[in-house]
Antibody
Framework: EVQLVESGGGLVQPGGSLRLSCAAS????????MNWVRQAPGTGLEWVSF????????YYADSVRGRITISRDNAKNSLYLQMNSLRDDDTAVYYC??????????WGQGTTVTVSS | DIQMTQSPSSLSASVGDRVTITCRAS??????LNWYQQKPGKAPKLLIY???SLQSGVPSRFSGSGSGTDFTLTLSSLQPEDFAIYYC?????????FGQGTKLEIK
């Protein structure tokens, strides 16, 4: 079964850091581009970041650029999101999503990040 | 950035109804348009990709059309499990922007 499982969310103070992980299974992870998408409480979906299958091409949303770093370890079938200098408006459910061609076809269940003092 | 605008923002309908949701891009995105369904507390689920291709396992009552800047998602005969929020998204160029969502509610 194709599956993505996020972890690492939690409560963090403003200015703090958190590292999210996404474990992939059931498919050849190193063949797929990957993305992070987030959803603040009661709001819509916001794309956060993209990383190519080999990790050489990376894109970020303007709202997180300079504070967030996407990475992957293909040997471990894992995707990561290192989040620093967290702000209140980073509070959201964070989803990892597999990209095939121009589509996000498989999504994890999400991990919740709450930034609050 | 490409802005994606959905209409309506909310919609009330009955089981068996035919409904249409529209999505407009602020610039041409060819057919790089996807539709997702999201239910409360769940991850989004891909319904339609490349504007009109039905994702495997999705019922045929869902269909998509359009190209360029104007797109539609049609549900031909609403079922109880279809009441959810629907999002369009362009994957033409980063940032991969989403529409604001259309909440489909039971009348």
């Amino acid at each position: 079964e194709v599956q993505l499982v996020e972890s690492g969310g939690g409560l963090v103070q403003p200015g703090g850091s958190l590292r999210l992980s996404c474990a992939a299974s059931g498919f050849t992870f190193n063949s797929y581009n990957m993305n992070w998408v987030r959803q603040a409480p009661g709001t819509g979906l916001e794309w956060v970041s993209f990383i190519s299958s080999g990790g050489s091409i990376i894109y970020y949303a303007d709202s997180v650029r300079g504070r967030i770093t996407i990475s992957r370890d293909n040997a471990k079938n894992s995707l990561y999101l290192q989040m620093n200098s967290l702000r209140d408006d980073d509070t959201a459910v964070y989803y990892c999503a597999r990209q095939i061609s121009y589509t996000l076809d498989v999504w994890g269940q999400g991990t919740t990040v709450t930034v609050s003092s | 950035d490409i802005q994606m605008t959905q209409s309506p923002s909310s919609l009330s309908a009955s089981v068996g109804d035919r409904v249409t949701i529209t999505c407009r891009a602020s610039q041409t995105i060819s057919s790089y348009l996807n539709w997702y369904q999201q239910k409360p507390g769940k991850a989004p689920k891909l319904l339609i990709y490349a504007a009109s291709s039905l994702q495997s396992g999705v019922p045929s009552r869902f269909s998509g059309s359009g190209s360029g800047t104007d797109f539609t998602l049609t549900l031909s005969s609403l079922q109880p499990e279809d009441f959810a929020i629907y999002y369009c998204q362009q994957n033409y160029i980063t940032p991969y922007t989403f529409g604001q969502g259309t909440k489909l509610e039971i009348k």
